[in-house]
């Protein structure tokens, strides 16, 4: 099972040469680019090493709904001892669980260093204590887990068939992929690990299409998961823009996105790269947000100026998404 596939690094974005087939290039794009996912069964098996706390591995975790999978979880320093004096911990789900904690082990030499940001935040008391759940995609299936499944009634036949056929592999996962983290995955952390079980400590993570997924995670499961983090959150779901895929996701948002009540979310984009198609949609998203209730309180939405899609720029500004949903006032 590889990293985060490079159709999501490094990729600049451009215009359809015809704009009528721009929805259908996007999800056809989509699908040639799954195919060229680097398959690295050596790094697929190494243990990463974190440059601070340890990598328990839950290698090849069964399930009854989605291909088993590895789930690396972050313990940070000093874990047992705590656990011993009866402190436990939040949680983090994080998507694409290999490309999070030592670059040695990823397809393209980057990670997004979370033991490293953690670990300083705790440590100056901005946090409080937390581990992260690494949960690991399923390469070619990648597409098919993260892509919201909830979207795809409300795109055109035409273009919903043809992104499922191509860009899912005709196999819509998503919600499979939801129920397990939520009836297998997580029951199983909460029972081995000193996890704090609330929803207001436990959020969902990523970027790109785990950006998506852990909005849409969010709100089909709202009494699960307090928060949801997306960096570079890939509304277009595809590679050009377009309108289909994108007000898809915003009707959906419209109607369902998690009572802000109970509720905090973070959203990103950088400018280049595959980022530089993201403005319009983020605006547009945000603004969905606030007439669904959100506030500066529980609603945060940022742009990095001149960084792009790839984990050293998510690593370089995770510090701030970490504290906006964890961090103590």
Known sequence: MPGRQPEDHDIHATSA????????????????SLSLAPVVQAEAQTLPKPASGRIERLANFPSKLIDARHVDVWLPEGYDEAVRAGRRFA????????????????????????DATLSRLVRERRIPDVIVVGVWNNGKFRHSEYMPQKFLPLLKPEIRERLVREG?????????????????????????????????????MGSSMGGLISVYGMSEHPQVFGGAAGLSTHWV?????????????????????????????????????LDAIYAPYQRFVDEIARDRGYTQANYLS??????????????????????????RS
């Open 91 to 114: 949680v983090i789900y994080m998507h694409d669980g290999q490309m999070l904690f030592d670059a040695s082990t990823t397809w393209n030499k980057q990670a997004w260093n979370v």
């Open 302 to 327: 940022r742009v990095f100026e001149g960084t792009g899609h790839n984990e050293r720029a998510w690593a370089a500004r995770l510090e701030i998404p970490v504290l906006f949903l964890f961090g």
């Open 168 to 204: 899912l592999q005709g196999k819509p996962q998503s919600d499979a992929y939801l129920r397990f983290l939520v009836e297998e995955l997580k029951p199983a952390i909460d029972a081995r690990f000193a996890t704090r079980t609330e929803r207001e400590h436990t959020v969902l």
């Open 237 to 273: 779901g595809g590679f050009q823009a377009n309108s289909h895929i994108p007000l898809a996701a915003f009707n959906y948002l419209r109607d369902h996105l998690a009572d802000p009540a109970t509720h905090r979310l973070y959203q990103d984009h950088g400018t280049t790269e």
């Open 17 to 32: 040469p015809n704009p009528q087939r721009r929805e259908l290039l996007a999800c056809s794009l989509a699908a040639l």
